[in-house]
Structure formats: structure tokens, C-alpha cells
């Protein structure tokens, strides 16, 4: 059973940085697309990075310049480093790996930039 297990989630000051890590088990399958989501309350979930096998990335507008997304030498592993975070940056973040097709999500870390 394919488990996704997210950290690095927390509390910061608005202007600082957090770095979240993703990592995929129960699988000797390699995923294709990893990537992130965030909910904030009242929110759809929505996309915040993806990155292909070969380093393809894409970024929501909002992020662009502040995150960056990378995958791990471990397989199936994905981060996120966060820079420069705002308050609008406060989220549950969710992991999520394609795998054969199917998409598995991880429970998801919670992200408070304090102002």
C-alpha cells in the first residue's frame, strides 16, 4: 500500500523559511509527477508545485520566485523549500505522487506565517 508522509511544517514569521519534505513508501515503483497542494481554511485545495522525472517544474503564480520544488537522490522523495513567506502563505500542504496512473495524497503538513 502506497503511503505518502509529508514534514517540515510549522509555525514562522512572515519573511522566513520552511522546507517540507514528501516521501512515498510501500512501492518499488517509481512515481512520475510529485508534487504540492494547499487548503487554507475556506479554500479549494490548489495547486502549488509540480515537478516531471526529468526536472520539469511548474509553479502557481502566487509562489513563483519565493518556493522551489526538488526531488530527493531517495526515490519518490519530493521537497519543497519556502522563502520568503507571507501570511497568505498559511495553508495545510499536501503532498501527492503519481504512481502507474493513480494519485496518492499524503496528510497533509500544516503551514502558520505569522504576520
Known amino acids: 500500500q502506497v503511503q505518502l508522509v509529508e514534514s517540515g511544517g510549522g509555525l514562522v514569521q512572515a519573511g522566513g523559511s520552511l522546507r517540507l519534505s514528501c516521501t512515498a513508501s510501500?512501492?518499488?515503483?517509481?512515481?512520475?509527477?510529485m508534487g504540492w497542494y494547499r487548503q487554507a481554511p475556506g479554500k479549494q485545495r490548489e495547486l502549488v508545485a509540480t515537478?516531471?522525472?526529468?526536472?520539469?517544474?511548474n509553479y502557481a503564480d502566487s509562489v513563483k520566485g519565493r518556493f522551489t520544488i526538488s526531488r530527493g537522490n531517495a526515490k519518490n522523495t519530493v521537497y519543497l523549500q519556502m522563502n520568503s513567506l507571507k501570511p497568505a502563505d498559511r495553508a495545510v500542504y499536501y503532498c501527492?505522487?503519481?504512481?502507474?496512473?493513480?494519485?496518492?495524497w499524503g496528510q497533509g503538513t500544516q503551514v502558520t506565517v505569522s504576520s
Open positions: 510501500g512501492t518499488r515503483l517509481s512515481a512520475s509527477n
Open positions: 501527492y505522487a503519481v504512481i502507474l496512473g493513480a494519485n496518492y
Open positions: 515537478i516531471t522525472t526529468v526536472g520539469v517544474t
